[in-house]
């Protein structure tokens, strides 16, 4: 028998203090900011006509709240996943961007453009390979979990750049420089079926009012 079709929504969370502030923010969590709850509320409105059918997110609050300021008053389980968490960072959690550029240039450099060389051993955290390998993890779990329907998945900046690349058939080492950042409560769109990922949308933004 064929399977049904999937629909999945990525969204990513809304703007937080540690957004704002430029901190990193891998493992770590920080609370949405006014600007964050409000693009959450735009998803929600844009998609208030869309059946939803399955709700995940990571285990970071910062996804499980964007979640339900999407979902409103419908009543459906948020669902956290351990495989959609940001990317690690280790010991440089917490700290301001500009303090990791001035003290580590050459690591920074390869997190930026280098995904290949970059080994995460400065500070503990994950490699783009590990993080990739639990993306797809998660995405496979999930579809295994619903035969079909419609799907929204909460997730992080730099782990929806590199599995929405992947899924249109990129590479970890390409994807630094050619897929494009994904934006906070930005909507992307990808269809599965019969083992194909076909993407529909991607980084739509244009239900957000920036100014």
Same mark, same amino acid.
């Given at each position: 028998m064929a399977e049904g079709l999937r629909t999945i929504y990525f969204v990513r969370h809304g703007k937080t203090e540690w957004n704002m502030t430029g901190q990193m923010q891998g493992w770590g969590d920080s609370p949405l900011v006014a600007e964050g709850v409000d693009g959450a509320k735009a998803v929600g409105e844009v998609m208030k006509d869309t059946q939803i059918d399955a709700v995940y997110t990571s285990t970071s609050k910062r996804t499980?709240?964007?979640a339900a300021y999407i979902l409103g008053d419908r009543d459906i389980e948020i669902q956290p996943l $351990? $495989?959609?968490k $940001?990317?690690?960072?280790?010991?440089?959690?917490g700290i301001r961007v500009t303090e990791i550029d001035e003290k580590h240039p050459k690591e920074r450099a390869?997190?930026?453009h280098d995904p290949k060389a970059y080994t995460a051993e400065i500070n503990g955290g994950e490699t783009y390979y590990q993080l990739a390998e639990r993306l797809l993890q998660g995405v496979e779990k999930i579809i295994a979990e619903?035969?079909?329907g419609n799907i929204l998945v909460v997730s992080h900046g730099m782990s929806l750049t590199l599995l929405l690349y992947l899924l249109q058939?990129?590479?970890i080492e390409d994807h630094r420089k050619e897929a494009p950042r994904i934006l906070n409560t930005s909507i992307s769109i990808? $269809?599965?079926q019969n083992g194909d990922f076909?993407?529909?949308?991607?980084n739509e933004i244009g239900h957000l009012d920036l100014k």
């Open positions: 499980q709240d964007t $351990e $495989e959609l $940001e990317m690690s960072f280790g010991t440089w959690e390869q997190i930026l619903n035969p079909s058939g990129g590479t990808v $269809e599965y076909a993407l529909k949308k991607l």
